[in-house]
T-cell receptor, first 109, second 116 residues
Framework: SQQGEEDPQALSIQEGENATMNCSYKTSINNLQWYRQNSGRGLVHLILIRSNEREKHSGRLRVTLDTSKKSSSLLITASRAADTASYFCATQAGTALIFGKGTTLSVSS | ETGVTQTPRHLVMGMTNKKSLKCEQHLGHNAMYWYKQSAKKPLELMFVYSLEERVENNSVPSRFSPECPNSSHLFLHLHTLQPEDSALYLC???????????????FGPGTRLTVL
């Protein structure tokens, strides 16, 4: 069964605004990762947060993890048109990562 | 994207053709993966290789045949595909330290496959 489930499926914002995407999962995890994918291209790793961490920052990205609620959020601050992409959370299941369907973010200038 | 390369980037083939997708990683990793990404669906893990041995095969039809001749190269051999196999095929690699999936995966740009 699908492990990560992103919400919302699609998000449209203006440049300069913040974008928040959420991810829920079902089973215990060691870590949760966020990836980004530009249209029709490969995925790019953004950030990894371990199960014993609650918050992590990387540039304009802020990720939170709430293991009691089995959820994570990705916040992109001061968004830019170049942030337009699909964003996926991924959790470990067996020997590899399980990805959700992703959130499609559109940032207009 | 230069860490993991995939060729060809685009492929159109008929259902009776035989073709191969190639993936090469230049990162010194010990694990490689094939994923399938169809429209409106999550990435589907197809195969996992660790140290050139297949460690996972997620019920993939036999018309897809992977090959990992060494830790840097991964192939996906295709034969008698169906139109529903049209998708973006992504290769990834990682350096696994024993805790599977606990390390970052690095993806190639993908091969866009169209089966007529």
């Amino acid at each position: 069964s699908q492990q990560g489930e992103e919400d919302p499926q699609a998000l449209s914002i203006q440049e300069g605004e913040n974008a928040t995407m959420n991810c829920s999962y079902k089973t215990s995890i060691n870590n949760l990762q966020w990836y980004r994918q530009n249209s029709g291209r490969g995925l790019v790793h953004l950030i990894l947060i371990r199960s014993n961490e609650r918050e992590k920052h990387s540039g304009r990205l802020r990720v939170t993890l709430d293991t009691s609620k089995k959820s994570s959020s990705l916040l992109i601050t001061a968004s830019r048109a170049a942030d337009t992409a699909s964003y996926f959370c991924a959790t470990q299941a067996g020997t590899a990562l399980i990805f959700g369907k992703g959130t499609t973010l559109s940032v207009s200038s | 994207e230069t860490g993991v390369t995939q060729t060809p980037r685009h492929l159109v083939m008929g259902m009776t053709n035989k073709k191969s997708l190639k993936c090469e990683q230049h990162l010194g990793h010990n694990a490689m993966y094939w994923y399938k990404q169809s429209a409106k669906k999550p990435l589907e893990l197809m195969f996992v290789y660790s140290l050139e041995e297949r460690v996972e095969n997620n019920s993939v039809p036999s018309r897809f045949s992977p090959e990992c001749p060494n830790s840097s190269h991964l192939f996906l051999h295709l034969h008698t595909l169906q139109p529903e196999d049209s998708a973006l095929y992504l290769c990834a690699s990682s350096q696994e330290s024993g805790g599977w999936g606990t390390d970052t995966q690095y993806f190639g740009p993908g091969t866009r496959l169209t089966v007529l």
